[in-house]
């Protein structure tokens, strides 16, 4: 990424959000006539974040909204330029853009690091905050971030208190409220748990995290009905088409933090009979993915063994 080119004194591209105060819009669309003005002379002032993606890629369709939101909400700090790859091949051959999404962000005239692929929120807002220290966490963000940090630490009623903080503050936080509903299901109070997820507005149902929280509640109820582990590998030594019992040790596996193992099991059930259950063993690998998360490497690996299982 050392070339880049375009003359200073060409039209910007077109105008996708409303301007700043100081710092005018913070969301263009460029080219290679407008690079040299909208992002080379522009990151001399504020750092710019320039964005390759493809109408055709999924992955840039998942990530570009968020870049928009965390753009917006920084507030100035930080602008970013959007760059169609089909139609910026040569500005993406300079810069040796190989693959979509990628960002790049420049900082004082050059290129000071970059990402490729899908990235959370709070991911991104990491990434940038190096470069715009306006970019630290609010209030509410650290609460949230601590409370995460309990809850890994397996505190989870202090983790829910501070959910509970935040959503006091924020009643429509929707991590705050994903949050406390899953301290909630640690602790093993299913009931409070769902009448917690009953109140997530609708414009919230389909976050990421509202959706892991709904599949783990749903998950502790099938582990609450379920036996012992050793009676159900005996039950397999005994019958290895038992697909009931396969299924049932794989929750008590992912109860028990054996993710993989869990997941192996229910790969081992679709092998053998992708029809069981009505296509059960693959509709739960689908909730693990979602308790996970989409884009963590273990779903990744997953999903790797699933697609080789249904297309082999």
Request: hydrophobic fraction near 45%; aromatic fraction near 6%; charged fraction near 25%.
């Given at each position: 990424?050392?070339?880049f ?42 750092p710019v ?41 040569q500005?993406?051959t ?22 490729t ?18 970019m630290?966490?609010?209030p ?33 936080n ?75 040790l ?10 993989e ?21 693959r ?30």
């Amino acid at each position: 990424m050392q070339e880049f080119g375009g003359p200073s004194n060409a039209a910007a591209g077109p105008e996708t959000q409303n301007e700043s105060q100081n710092t005018g819009p913070l969301i263009k669309e460029g080219d290679m006539a407008s690079f040299m003005a909208d992002v080379i002379e522009k990151s001399m002032s504020v750092p710019v974040l320039v964005s390759f993606y493809a109408s055709w890629s999924e992955n840039c369709k998942q990530l570009t909204p968020v870049l928009e939101k965390v753009i917006n909400q920084a507030g100035g700090a930080v602008h970013m330029v959007r760059m169609d790859f089909e139609k910026n091949q040569q500005l993406a051959t300079q810069m040796k853009i190989q693959t979509v999404p990628t960002v790049v962000v420049f900082s004082e005239q050059r290129p000071v690091d970059a990402f490729t692929g899908v990235k959370s929120e709070a991911e991104i807002k990491q990434f940038i905050a190096r470069f715009a220290p306006e970019m630290q966490p609010s209030p509410v963000e650290q609460m949230i971030e601590q409370a995460a940090i309990l809850y890994d630490a397996e505190d989870y009623p202090a983790a829910g208190g501070l959910y509970s903080e935040v959503l006091q503050a924020e009643p429509d936080n929707a991590s705050a409220v994903a949050g406390l509903a899953q301290s909630l299901i640690k602790m093993e109070d299913l009931e409070n748990a769902e009448t917690i997820l009953k109140t997530v507005p609708k414009q919230h149902e389909n976050n990421a995290a509202i959706t892991a929280a709904l599949a783990m509640l749903d998950m502790a109820r099938q582990l609450s009905d379920l036996g012992d582990a050793d009676v159900l590998e005996r039950a397999l030594q005994e019958d290895e088409n038992n697909h009931q019992a396969r299924f049932d040790l794989a929750l008590i596996l992912w109860a028990k933090g054996a993710e993989e193992a869990a997941a192996d099991q229910l790969l081992e059930i679709v092998a053998r009979d992708r029809s069981w259950n009505e296509d059960g063993a693959r509709k739960q690998l689908v909730k693990f993915f979602e308790i996970i998360g989409p884009m963590e490497p273990l779903t990744v690996k997953i999903r790797k063994k699933l697609s080789s299982l249904l297309f082999s």
